[in-house]
């Protein structure tokens, strides 16, 4: 099944422990994206990455950081996390190299995260 | 910088009617992309319509429908014969030019179909 799995779907954590969501895709797809979404707000860009050689920051990339080491994978990496990090992450994945070239980004389930 | 705004934070609708969501952009681009996207309780994401910028011809999905006014930057989603699966957030997204594949997301609606 064509899928976009991110681990885990919930967390509770401490201020400043770090902390990795993973995401895997199995559509061989080049492009790759995390949001957060916060009531009121929609979703926002964290990162993305056109393909494994290019990482780029989104809107709001501070306090986050990213890894593409192979096509498959790209872990959301937070390594102090702030209590203004509590939201609802996504990852997202296309085939193309820019999301409009498919016209259509797959999601992942989300990973409802708190940080106290 | 372009921006996405979704005036109405909460709809509701009767079961077999018809509902408008709302939806304007700002941007200085000629050529984009706009979506619509779906959040079930679920919370799956999961794109409804996309309609190209280039395109005049509004976009139809089944019972989905968009009403693209370039002129106006407005992009609302029409559902015809809603049925309680429909109840979801919805969100309509800007593709931005350039080679980003950053995705404009708005605020959200959120839809209530009612029985």
């Known amino acids: 099944e064509a899928q976009v799995t991110q681990n885990p779907r919930y967390l509770i954590t401490v201020t400043g422990k770090k902390l990795t969501v993973t995401c895997s895709q199995n559509?061989?797809?080049?492009?790759m994206s995390w949001y957060r979404q916060d009531p009121g707000l929609g979703l926002r860009q964290i990162y993305y990455s056109m393909n494994v050689e290019v990482t780029d920051k989104g809107d709001v990339p501070e306090g986050y950081k990213v890894s593409r080491k192979e096509k498959r994978n790209f872990p959301l990496i937070l390594e102090s996390p702030s209590p203004n990090q509590t939201s609802l992450y996504f990852c997202?994945?296309?085939?193309?190299?820019?999301?409009?070239?498919?016209?259509?980004?797959?999601f992942g389930e989300g990973s409802r995260l708190t940080v106290l | 910088a372009q921006t996405v705004t979704q005036s109405q934070p909460e709809m509701s609708v009767q079961e077999a009617e018809t509902v408008t969501l709302s939806c304007t952009y700002d941007?200085?681009?000629?050529?984009?992309?706009l979506f619509w996207y779906k959040q079930p309780p679920s919370r799956q994401m999961i794109l409804v319509i996309r309609q190209e910028a280039y395109k005049q011809q509004n976009a139809t999905e089944n019972r989905f429908s968009v009403n693209f006014q370039k002129a106006a930057k407005s992009f609302s989603l029409k559902i015809s014969d809603s049925q309680l699966g429909d109840t979801a957030m919805y969100f309509c997204?800007?593709?931005?030019?350039?080679?980003?594949?950053?995705?404009?997301f708005g605020q959200g609606t959120t839809l209530q179909v009612k029985p």
């Open positions: 997202a994945s296309s085939p193309g190299d820019r999301a409009g070239f498919t016209g259509e980004l797959f």
């Open positions: 941007t200085s681009e000629n050529n984009y992309y």
């Open positions: 997204a800007f593709l931005q030019g350039g080679n980003t594949g950053k995705l404009i």
């Open positions: 559509m061989n797809h080049e492009y």
